[in-house]
C-alpha cells in the first residue's frame, strides 16, 4: 500500500530531549551518532509567559514552548499568524496525577488551574498567549502514531492554506503508578515548520505517503532507546535524515499498521 506523496517544504525545526538541547546543538550528534550520550533533560523557563501563567505550567507545556520558539525562530516566521498542530499521545502527566490524587481524597475537590490544564488543547492555549496567536490550531492524539498523525495534518494545513503551519510534538511521563501502565522513560518534544512552497529558508522538501512496512530506527542502542522510550521520539529516523541529508524514505509509525513514509529531496 502506498498513497500518491503530499509535499511540503521543511523551514525550521526544533528540539529538546534527553541529551539533545536544541537543533542545532543536536544535528553534529545524530549525524554522527556514536558522539550521542544520554543525559538529563533540561526543562527550560517559559519566559515567553507572563509571570501568573509561567507559574502554573508543567514540563509537557515548557517543553512545547520552548521547541515551537526554535521552529519558527529558524524559519524567520511570525508565531503570531503561524496556523499551529499541536499533537501527543498523552497529556500533562503531572497534572493527571495531581487531579487522580484529588478525586481520591475525601473531599474530591479539584483545582480550576489543575482543571483546564488537564484538556488535551492547553499546550495550544498557552501556546496562543504566548505568542499572541490568533491563527488557526489543532490539537490531536494518535497514541504512538502521533507525531506522524501531527506531520500529515501540518503538512495538509499547509497545503491547503497555501501557506505554512508549525508542527509541535511532544509527551512526557507520568507518575506512578500512572507510569506503570502508560511507561513513557523521558520527556521529548520536536517542532517543525512546514511551507506549501520552497523560499528562502527551505531546508528540504518532504514528500509524505502512506505506506507499509516496517518504522525505521535510529540504528544505535542509545538512538533506539530514545526513540522506543517516547511517543514524540519516533521523530529521530526523519531528524536523522536531516542532520545526515539522506533522502529516505524513512517510514514512521502511524495507525493500524501503517506507515508514514517520508522521502527527502534538495530541491
Given amino acids: 500500500m502506498r498513497s500518491e506523496p503530499l509535499?511540503?517544504?521543511?523551514?525550521?525545526i526544533g528540539l529538546l530531549g534527553?541529551?539533545?538541547?536544541?537543533?542545532s546543538a543536536s544535528a553534529p550528534l545524530l549525524a554522527d551518532p556514536g558522539r550521542y550520550t544520554s543525559a538529563a533533560l533540561a526543562v527550560p523557563v517559559p519566559d515567553c509567559l507572563p509571570p501568573a501563567e509561567r507559574r502554573r505550567v508543567g514540563t509537557q507545556i515548557r517543553l512545547t514552548l520552548a521547541v515551537g520558539r526554535e521552529?519558527?525562530?529558524?524559519?524567520?516566521?511570525?508565531a503570531a499568524s503561524l496556523a499551529n498542530v499541536f499533537s501527543a499521545s498523552s497529556g500533562d502527566g503531572d497534572n493527571c496525577h495531581a487531579i487522580c490524587e484529588a478525586l481520591a481524597d475525601a473531599d474530591r475537590l479539584i483545582s480550576p488551574t489543575r482543571f483546564h490544564n488537564s484538556v488535551h488543547n492547553a499546550p495550544a492555549g498557552y501556546w496562543g498567549i504566548a505568542m499572541k496567536c490568533m491563527a488557526p490550531s489543532t490539537s490531536l492524539c494518535a497514541h504512538d502514531g502521533s507525531f506522524a498523525a501531527g506531520l500529515l495534518e501540518t503538512a495538509v494545513q499547509a497545503r491547503s492554506n497555501n501557506d505554512a503551519a508549525l508542527l509541535v510534538c511532544c509527551d512526557a511521563p507520568y507518575p506512578e503508578p500512572l507510569h506503570g501502565v502508560r511507561p513513557l522513560a523521558h520527556g521529548f518534544a520536536v517542532a517543525l515548520v512546514l511551507a506549501s512552497a520552497p523560499g528562502p529558508r527551505t531546508l528540504a522538501r518532504l514528500d509524505l505517503a502512506l505506506a507499509s512496512g516496517l518504522p525505521s530506527h535510529p540504528g544505535t542502542a542509545a538512538l533506539?532507546?530514545?526513540?522506543?522510550?517516547n511517543p514524540?521520539?519516533?521523530?529521530?529516523?526523519?531528524?536523522?535524515?536531516?542532520?545526515?541529508?539522506?533522502?529516505?524514505?524513512?517510514r514512521l509509525p502511524y495507525l493500524d499498521g501503517c506507515t508514514l513514509a517520508?522521502?527527502?529531496r534538495r530541491d
Avoid: F, K, M
Fill in 262 to 264: 517520508v522521502t527527502l
Fill in 224 to 229: 533506539d532507546a530514545l526513540c522506543q522510550g
Fill in 71 to 78: 521552529a519558527v525562530t529558524q524559519a524567520q516566521r511570525d
Fill in 232 to 250: 514524540a521520539a519516533r521523530a529521530l529516523p526523519l531528524l536523522q535524515a536531516l542532520a545526515t541529508q539522506h533522502p529516505g524514505p524513512i
Fill in 18 to 23: 534527553p541529551g539533545l538541547n536544541g537543533w
Fill in 7 to 12: 509535499s511540503v517544504y521543511l523551514e525550521g
